[in-house]
């Protein structure tokens, strides 16, 4: 069994959690292959979709998607930037629509990744609640491991022993 990590997928929403995130990729990875990874939710484009049936003319879908689109390939690119400078890592970015945890899934089987970084929390709201977080749902689906970027002080825990 190959144990050597090869491709690992650095999940980022652009929350407060996304710094660890990345900071904690910038540790994992050592000479692997790094693909940065955003998904714009499909539930906001539907939203807006909506919004355009009973204000025609206020806003173009396609417009909004494409200037979404631009604008988290500026963010990733930043964040490459800011945490991989010089990295011995080849990066890599994408941003895709869809379901997160749909497309971070696909994207495991489609890319051969080996490991997954992200946090355990988001951009969620009430359909957290009702659905679980994309974040759960890649948790008990992955094929692979995935590691769960935590903030102790927000969850108000302690370092303490596991006796």
């Known amino acids: 069994m ?5 491709n690992i997928l650095v999940c980022v929403d652009f929350s407060e959690y996304t710094n660890m ?14 693909l940065v990874y955003s998904v714009i939710n499909e539930r906001d484009v539907n939203i807006v979709e ?3 049936r009973y204000s025609p003319g206020k806003m173009n879908v396609a ?5 979404l689109t631009q604008e988290r390939q500026a963010m990733v690119q930043e964040l490459i930037q800011q945490y991989f400078p010089e990295s011995g890592s080849s990066v890599s970015f994408a941003v ?13 089987e489609d890319k051969d990744i080996d490991l997954v970084v992200m946090a355990n929390k988001g951009k969620g709201n009430i359909a957290r609640v009702l659905f679980g977080s994309a974040a759960e749902k890649v948790f008990r689906h992955s094929p692979v491991p995935v590691i769960s970027v935590r903030d102790r ?9 596991m006796i």
């Open 21 to 34: 995130v990345m900071e904690y990729a910038v540790e994992l990875a050592n000479d692997s292959q790094i």
């Open 2 to 6: 190959d144990r050597k990590i090869h």
């Open 153 to 161: 002080k927000r969850l108000g825990r302690e370092k303490h022993s």
């Open 63 to 67: 417009e909004y998607i494409e200037e």
């Open 50 to 52: 909506t919004v355009t």
């Open 96 to 108: 895709e629509i869809g379901i997160p945890s749909e497309q971070i899934l696909k994207t495991i």
